[in-house]
C-alpha cells in the first residue's frame, strides 16, 4: 500500500512540474506575442501601433497553432523535445510541446485582456507624452492585470488537462498513472485517486485566482 502512494505522490510532484514550468515558458512565449496581436490591431479595436498585415500574420499564425490537437501536437513535437532536452519521453520532454500548446492561448487572452482597456485611458497617456512602450507598461498590463490574472488561471487549469493526456504517450504525471497503473492493470482505485487530485488542482487553482483578480479589482 505504500508503494502505492508513493507513486501516487511522485506523480503528483512530477504534474506540478509539468505546469509550472510549461505555465512559466508559456508566458514567456505568449506575453510579447499577445501584447504585439493588442498593439498592431486597428484603432477602432484599441491598436496604439496599427499594422494590419502584421496583425493579420500573426493571427493566423496563432490560429494555426491553436487549432491543433495536444496529443497530435506533441508528437510532432518529438524531435524538437529530443534536440532540446536529449529524449522525447518523460515529465521534462513534455514541458517543450505543453508549452507550445499553451503559448498561443497565452497570446489570445493577454490580446482581449489589453483590448478590454478603456481607450480614454490609453488617449489620456498618449496625451502627456507617454511612448508606446510606457502605454503597454504603465497602463495598458496594471489596468489590463484582473483579466490577465484570470487568463493565466484558465492557462493553468488547461495546462493541467494538457498534463495528463500527456501520460498516454509517455509523459509522466498522474495521467500516465491512471493510465498505466489505473486502467492497463484494472486498479479503479489507483485511477480513481488520480482522478480526484487532478480535480483538487484544479479547485485550488481556480479558487486562488478568483481570490487575486477579486483582489486586485478591489484596489482599482
Given amino acids: 500500500m505504500s508503494k502505492i502512494w508513493l507513486l501516487v505522490f511522485d506523480a503528483t510532484l512530477q504534474t506540478l512540474s509539468m505546469v509550472f514550468f510549461s505555465t512559466l515558458f508559456s508566458l514567456i512565449l505568449g506575453l510579447p506575442l499577445g501584447i504585439l496581436l493588442s498593439a498592431t490591431s486597428s484603432e477602432e479595436q484599441g491598436g496604439i501601433i496599427p499594422h494590419p498585415m502584421l496583425n493579420s500574420v500573426l493571427g493566423r499564425i496563432v490560429n ?96 493541467i488537462g494538457y498534463s495528463a493526456m500527456a501520460g498516454a504517450i509517455g509523459g509522466g504525471g498522474l495521467g500516465d498513472l491512471a493510465i498505466r497503473y489505473g486502467y492497463q492493470r484494472f486498479r479503479g482505485d489507483i485511477m480513481f485517486v488520480a482522478v480526484v487530485i487532478i480535480l483538487v488542482l484544479v479547485e485550488i487553482v481556480q479558487v486562488i485566482g478568483n481570490k487575486i483578480s477579486a483582489r486586485l479589482i478591489a484596489r482599482r
Fill in 64 to 159: 494555426v497553432l491553436r487549432s491543433f490537437p495536444f496529443i497530435i501536437l506533441m508528437i510532432l513535437l518529438f524531435p524538437l523535445s529530443r534536440i532540446l532536452i536529449g529524449t522525447s519521453i518523460g515529465t521534462t520532454a513534455t514541458i517543450v510541446p505543453l508549452s507550445i500548446a499553451a503559448a498561443p492561448f497565452v497570446a489570445r487572452v493577454i490580446e482581449t485582456a489589453l483590448k478590454e482597456v478603456d481607450p480614454g485611458v490609453v488617449q489620456a497617456a498618449r496625451a502627456m507624452g507617454s511612448t508606446n512602450f510606457q502605454i503597454v507598461r504603465k497602463v495598458l498590463i496594471p489596468e489590463a492585470l484582473p483579466s490577465l490574472v484570470s487568463g493565466v488561471t484558465l492557462t493553468i487549469i488547461n495546462l
